[in-house]
């Protein structure tokens, strides 16, 4: 019994320490030198090449490095095995500092005062308060509930939006009937929602025209959740005042793409969050443990539902 390591982003030996120090015994391989693939019972991965996954005949479960599935639900011959996704403490706090300084950039305003510095334009405007900015968080998971719960520390009046509703202390809205009042209500409007089918393109013109004129969008959850003509048409009209995003539909996005130019847009390279092998690793132990043990895994992915 072997664990096969797969990724392109994440460091295989400060994972291999980090899940050696919680399972001495563990065999950790790190792909390609992986051997036989009949030995490879456990596979911890991160965008594996497509089909891959099927070569491994022994698998019993697939370890996600990411919270976000989409991609590995989609994979050729994915094996019909448990799969887990990432929850870890570090990745909800990075998600929480990214989301909350993208909020607090456009709120303070920063966003303008690049564009006006590179005018060289001293443009003074009374400070707003955070307590005249709404913003609505779509998605109450394990991100986007540690990011809504620590922007209404900061005193936004926050909401949020999921299937079911929630008792975090927020204002809930929850499912299609609730996304019209949620819009109507939200400055800024963060995208943490799972991409699947009930959700890809989600942030599109009929969205952007249920919120405020003038209202601000943080995507930090997949690409495909918005449609890129709709944002720029919304941006270019002022129904929108920008946009930050951390994700997009083309990574690396193509330097020909408009988005890199807008002066309304910030783009980062997909680095919102992540998790951290020293605080994720005990959490992936206990679904090796589990998934050699027979029992479910921790934070398993229901697959029809996509998430
Ligand atoms: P969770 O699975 O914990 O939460 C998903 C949330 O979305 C739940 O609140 C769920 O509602 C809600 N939801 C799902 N479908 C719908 C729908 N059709 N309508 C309304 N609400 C819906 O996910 P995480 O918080 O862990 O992660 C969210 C996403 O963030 C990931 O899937 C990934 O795409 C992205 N991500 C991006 C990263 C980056 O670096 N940019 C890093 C990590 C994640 P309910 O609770 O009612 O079921
Ligand atoms: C994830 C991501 O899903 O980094 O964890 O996008």
Redesign the pocket.
Known sequence: MALMFLSADDPPEAWRAALLAVIPDLDFRIWPEVGDPAEIDIALVWQPPPGELARYPNLRAILSL???I?GLLAQPGLPDVPIA?M?DPS?TRT?TEYVLLAALRHHRQFDRFEREQRAVRWSYAFPPQAADRRVGVM??????AAAAVSLAAHGFPVAG????AKQLGIDSFAGCDGLAAFLARTDILVC?????R??AGILNAGTFAGLPRGAYVIN???GAHLVEADLIAALDSGQLAGATL??LGEEPLPPENPLWRHPKVLITP?????ASPRTAAEGVAENIRRARTGQPLLHQVDRERG?
């Open positions: 990411g919270a976000g989409d996704r929850v990745l998600m998605g109450l998971g394990m991100l986007g939006w999921s299937r079911e943490l929602l799972p991409l699947t009930d959700t930090v959850a997949r951390d994700v997909h680095v919102a969050s992540y998430y």
